[in-house]
């Protein structure tokens, strides 16, 4: 059974720096798989802002994080992590990792935000508890 098990967030002041983890469970250790980073505000609706495809370590970054925020893959560990730095007051929201079941559309060794259908949509995946991140000015 898959599982994805989030941990870090938290409260930090505006310029500060948080990490957050997402420890897969149920996966074959070596698998190539997908993984975004979403995150959501109440009224909202979850906006994916990073994603990786572990087979080739490419990453895609939304405009908004993008030159701030790294996402990573520990195969060892099967942990992916979010590492945020100048975290400014807009990134206040609730964080989840999550991916698509079944697997996912990679293109050119990347799994995109966007496309022709639009932004980056897990109608069907697995999805991490949720963690909140908290930036204050």
């Known amino acids: 059974q898959v599982q994805l098990v989030q941990s870090g967030g938290g409260s930090v002041e505006a310029g500060g720096s948080l990490r957050l983890s997402c420890q897969v469970y149920?996966?074959?250790?070596?698998?190539?798989?997908?993984m975004g980073w979403f995150r959501q505000v109440p009224g909202k609706e979850r906006e994916g802002i990073a994603t990786?495809?572990?087979?080739?370590?490419?990453?895609d970054y939304a405009d908004s994080v993008k030159g701030r925020f790294t996402m990573s893959y520990d195969h060892i560990k099967m942990t992916h992590y979010l590492q945020m730095d100048s975290l400014k007051v807009d990134d206040t929201a609730m964080y989840y990792c999550?991916?698509?079941?079944?697997?996912?559309?990679?293109?050119?060794?990347?799994?995109?935000?966007?496309?022709?259908?639009?932004?980056?949509?897990?109608?069907?995946?697995?999805w991490g508890q949720g963690t909140q991140v908290t930036v204050s000015s």
């Open positions: 999550g991916t698509q079941r079944g697997g996912c559309s990679v293109k050119d060794g990347t799994w995109p935000l966007s496309g022709p259908a639009g932004p980056l949509r897990i109608i069907n995946g697995y």
């Open positions: 149920g996966f074959n250790p070596g698998l190539r798989h997908c």
């Open positions: 990786i495809f572990t087979g080739s370590e490419n990453t």
